[in-house]
């Protein structure tokens, strides 16, 4: 098969020769494969990272929160959720607070939440995420993440002590001129003492962490309310990324009350991870930028070394637009190559993630992907379509565009002085 000549003498220009020029040639192929590579990694983790700590935020917590706006707590929760069942709209109460945790001698500050078990299945996958115990709890009993029973040291059938801190400050008075007045309590304050019977895994750190769940009314008596009162009603709807248009709904059933959707209480973190997101993709893309100079360095180097020959090439008519598309396209092969290599190493190094983690913790002694710090279990990844397409289109088109100015440089050279020169 005859191969047009640019093609031709852009091929034979690639091929490893008794010169130097095929080292390089693999060299400048190694920029583009590392780059794209890198690109890959990056942009897919990060928005893995989204994806997973949204989803844990979807699946964890409600889709709207509905808290009254001037008492501080919801005398008639039952009430509100009989309103709401026509819009289609789930919906369980809660009442949240934060609390001491005590173990023998061990204090530690957590999340408490107390719940309806047979409403709160409707609103949160909390019964699907159990590893150990029952889901159904009764007064006494507890539900806590698997981080946090291995950080206290429990498992199930163990019992452990709650404090409520509004409950431990309650003799406490301070004064409109700062001092502090501190009275002789009424009542004698005792701690919630709860038995362990459910253990569970949401897959995102702080939840597993943190959170621990009571029934509704004995996170009551735990904060001093009523029973069958609630802080928070909690909403799931039927698509939670058009929640928006849901809030608008139950506002108009529910215009005396104050609605919260799950992109506004975690719009901070949100907003973060996608800056994060695109400042690490324009960083890494300078990456495949500099590899196109080591392109362009290549490509000058032939053009130097084949001076001659493309002098000859002149003087027998060839014209320069066909001396210039030999060097596009070798700029082309290179970096069609380069981004071909580097995006199978990309995906190969998404795929396996978890293993090279595994592998990189063991050699340096210490775990590379810290749940504490990154609020993950496990390391994220999502590659679109779409990202994998702009990758490749960007490094194709770095690559070819650094090949440009010596392709101007072969066609400009003139015959004469070109013949004249000695390689």
């Known amino acids: 098969m005859r191969l047009p000549a640019d093609i031709f003498l852009a091929l034979r220009y690639l091929r490893p020769k008794r010169t130097f020029v095929s080292v390089i040639t693999l060299l400048s192929i190694l920029g583009p494969v590392l780059g794209v590579a890198v690109l890959i990694i990056v942009t897919a983790v990060m928005a893995g990272f989204d994806r997973d700590i949204q989803q844990g935020i979807v699946d964890m917590q409600a889709h709207i929160q509905v808290y009254p706006m001037l008492e501080k707590t919801i005398a008639n929760p039952q009430e509100l959720i009989e309103k709401m069942k026509p819009l289609g709209v789930k919906a369980a109460p809660l009442i949240e607070g934060s609390a001491l945790v005590q173990v023998r001698k061990s204090i530690v500050p957590k999340i408490v939440k107390g719940i309806r078990p047979e409403l709160e299945r409707d609103v949160s ?8 115990g029952r889901y159904d709890i009764k007064d006494g009993e507890a539900i806590i993440g698997d981080r ?4 206290l040291g429990l498992r199930l059938g163990d019992s452990f002590l709650i404090h409520s801190p509004s409950r431990l400050t309650q003799n ?5 001129d700062g001092s502090v007045d501190v009275s002789q309590p009424d009542e004698i304050y005792l701690p919630e003492e709860v038995r362990i019977v459910g253990i569970f895994s949401m897959g995102v750190a702080d939840f597993d962490d943190n959170i621990i769940f009571l029934t509704l009314d004995q996170a009551a008596d735990l904060y001093g309310q009523e029973w069958d009162t609630a802080n928070c009603i909690q909403c799931k709807v039927k698509d939670p ?9 139950l506002q108009e059933v529910l215009p005396d009350m104050e609605l919260m959707t799950w992109k506004e209480r975690n719009q901070l973190l949100f907003g973060t991870l996608r800056v994060e997101k695109n400042l690490m993709t324009f960083l890494m893309a300078f990456i495949v930028l500099v590899a196109s100079f080591s392109i362009a360095a290549t490509l000058i180097t032939v053009v130097v070394q084949k001076t001659r020959e493309i002098g000859v090439m002149k003087a027998v008519g ?3 637009k066909l001396i210039a598309r030999v060097f596009l396209l070798q700029g082309a092969i290179i970096g069609f190559l380069g981004t071909f290599f580097g995006t199978l190493l990309g995906v190969l190094v998404i795929t396996f993630r978890d293993r090279i983690a595994d592998l990189l913790s063991f050699l340096m002694g210490h775990d590379v992907f810290p749940a504490e710090l990154y609020h993950l279990r496990r390391i ?3 590659l679109t379509w779409g990202d994998l397409s702009f990758i490749i289109v960007l490094s194709l088109a770095i690559c070819i565009f650094a090949s440009v100015v010596p392709a101007l440089y072969a066609s400009g050279l003139a015959p004469a002085k070109a013949l004249q020169e000695e390689n």
């Open 172 to 176: 406490v008075k301070w004064k409109d």
């Open 148 to 151: 946090c029973a291995q950080m």
């Open 241 to 249: 990324m058009a929640v928006d248009a849901e809030k608008a709904r």
């Open 125 to 132: 996958k909390l019964e699907r995420s159990i590893l150990h």
């Open 380 to 382: 994220p990844a999502l």
């Open 318 to 320: 060839m014209s320069w």
